[in-house]
């Protein structure tokens, strides 16, 4: 149901826009480890790598060399880890895209994504391919991504750094996240919110906001 107070729509990345498969980045890590995933799962989560790298802590090179030194795989190449690291990065359908054309034109519309400067390069790849469009911030206007804020959904702080960054009234405003405990915090703000739950996509849930 359309609320008509909206003026503003804010969309999460991974299983939003473009599709994700988180689990096959630990296979990918796995295979060229020679380790069991549920290994790869305990030790990444163990040293917080992701957390680490998602909210700029580490670096590109600083992620790099920390997934040689707990992996214990020293010479395992930038290319491998950067290739196993992006395998989770699935397709960018580009319909969604059109949808998000469309509601540029009567809605401010904004990206807000936990995520990294290695799957930013690779995410703009993949729309450039499936498009022709060079980049999410030819999309959006403002691209807020979590490693470059140094806060990660669902922290209250990044979504109040949003709204304020970019002018923005809560009750006005709508996000869309495909995490129950991002949705819940932004709720928690007087952001209106929708869960995007496969196999429904942004093109269903967005149907009357696109007329």
Do not use: C
């Not at 498969?21 to 040293?47: C, M, T, W, Y």
Request: proline content about 3%; charged content about 25%.
């Amino acid at each position: 149901m359309k609320n008509s107070k909206i003026k503003n729509i804010i969309f999460d990345l991974g299983d939003v826009i473009l599709n994700i498969d988180v689990p096959i980045a630990s296979r990918s890590f796995a295979a060229l480890s020679g380790r069991e995933q549920e290994e790869i799962l305990h030790i990444f989560k163990e040293n917080a790598l992701f957390r680490q790298f998602e909210t700029g802590q580490l670096d590109e090179k600083g992620f790099r060399n920390y997934v040689r030194e707990i992996l214990d795989f020293l010479d395992l190449s930038d290319e491998a880890i950067d290739t196993a690291w992006n395998s989770l990065l699935l397709d960018l359908p580009p319909e969604r895209v059109e949808l998000l054309q469309k509601l540029s034109k009567n809605y401010r519309l904004f990206l807000l994504s936990n995520t990294s400067s290695i799957h930013i390069t690779e995410v703009n790849k993949i729309l450039k391919a499936s498009t022709g469009i060079e980049k999410l911030d030819d999309l959006f206007e403002t691209v807020f991504l979590s490693y470059e804020m140094g806060l990660m959904k669902p922290d209250p702080q990044i979504y109040q750094q949003v709204l304020e960054l970019a002018g923005l009234n809560a009750e006005e405003t709508l996000f869309l996240d495909d995490n129950p405990d991002n949705i819940t915090a932004a709720s928690k703000l007087g952001i209106d919110t929708i869960l995007v739950q496969k196999p429904s996509t942004i093109l269903e849930y967005l149907k009357d906001y696109a007329v």
